[in-house]
């Protein structure tokens, strides 16, 4: 029996002044003292459909959809920051996505009934542009949290090109995730 690959697809944010923006927000999330785990710069990226464990064949079958998607590179505004599912009771920390919004949920309707074709089960949240940079472990400084994430709702980080839609691969570790290229669409 072949091993399940843990996967999602996206665009990675590669522009190192958004980067060194967003760390910055993260280490002013930490001083907060709320019991964050922060997202390393370089597996910061845009998910627009998380898949869970595939086959290898698998793999194969959903890069042949997200060829049939038609896009062009674009650029994506990354603009505020927010918690999910609220301020008050934070579990995950994101930015924004203002300009390229409608772009990315273009994407998503195209793969999604795809995607639904192979078998994936449709995404109970539905699909919400964002870019996650932190996840709240515990209720520790919650109230310190959500001041400094409102005193950030407007904060620009930037803007940052999508170009090429990636099936990532993710490997769990005790030290955060590791997320590798399995397939790439460039345009």
Known sequence: MSEL??????????????????????????????????????NIHITVRFLGEISPQM????????????????????KGLGAFPNLHHARVVWTGIGRGAEELTSIFDQLEPNLRRLGFKPDRRGFSPHLTIARVRTRRAKDALARCIMDLSDYEFGIVSARCLRLKKSVLTPRGPIYSTLKEVCR
Do not use: C, H, W
């Not at 665009?11 to 709320?34: C, K, Y």
């Not at 060829?67 to 505004?77: R, W």
């Open 5 to 42: 690959i843990r996967t999602f697809i996206a665009f990675d944010v590669e522009e190192e002044a958004v980067l060194r923006r967003i760390t910055s927000v993260q280490r002013m999330l930490a001083e907060t003292g709320a019991d964050l785990r922060l997202v390393n710069p370089k």
């Open 59 to 78: 793999v194969d079958r959903v890069y042949q959809e997200m060829m049939k998607v038609s896009f062009s590179a674009f650029k994506v505004e990354l």
